[in-house]
């Protein structure tokens, strides 16, 4: 036993604890300077995909436990809940707001939206896609002044995660979307999806055709697998 021991305190001291965890690798509140546009993407990366597939993962449970339920007929307490929760009467509406879309989008919207992770809403709020806020007691920061009158602010989260979920429940419940949502549960193509995004931009169907670039240019669609 003595020299396991010794052995053992041998392997610690010259290879590290097992325990030890690596420190990240970038931190969504410092962009580091002069960063070419690989590492930016790089950072970007490993900053929001995880939580993407996380949020991603959670959701698609939750739609397909859902759907299991409306067609079996069982635990339709959860399903009445939801539809409360979301202001929908029909079956087939709630699993319209429930299914999550690619997250070759929503990386896509997540690139243009924070400029790859660089831009002030992300570094400082985690604000991934410039979510306003019209709620004063909510944490926000703000973003701009129009005509020196009105301030525009925008939500403050608490994690990349919370910021994920709350883009996932905007297109889930606004209007605008209502195309988006129905087109989702028909198809995962993500290239067919985004022509149904044209309303989330001002720029219309440029902001379509956009995102169908940012997935090719940058192989997004790897992250659908």
Known sequence: MKYIYLILLLSVSVFGSAQTHKKPKYVASVVPANMTTEQK???????????????HNMLMKRYTTIAEDIKEGKD???????????????????????????????????????????????????????VHSINPNEPRIAASEKHGKRTVWLVKFKSIDESVRAY?????ISKAFKKFRATRVETDNPHVLVKSLDRYSEIGDTYAKQLSQVINHNNLTEYDD
């Open 41 to 55: 993407k790089e950072r970007f990366f490993y900053l929001v995909a995880p939580a993407v597939e996380k949020v």
């Open 76 to 130: 339709l307490k959860e399903v009445n809940r939801l539809k409360a929760l979301y202001n929908i009467k029909s079956d087939a509406k709630l699993l319209q707001a429930l299914k999550p879309h690619p997250q070759s989008i929503v990386l896509a919207q997540a690139a243009m939206e924070s400029s790859w992770g660089t831009s002030r809403f992300f570094v400082e709020a985690n604000n991934i896609f410039g």
């Open 168 to 172: 996932y429940r905007t297109m889930a």
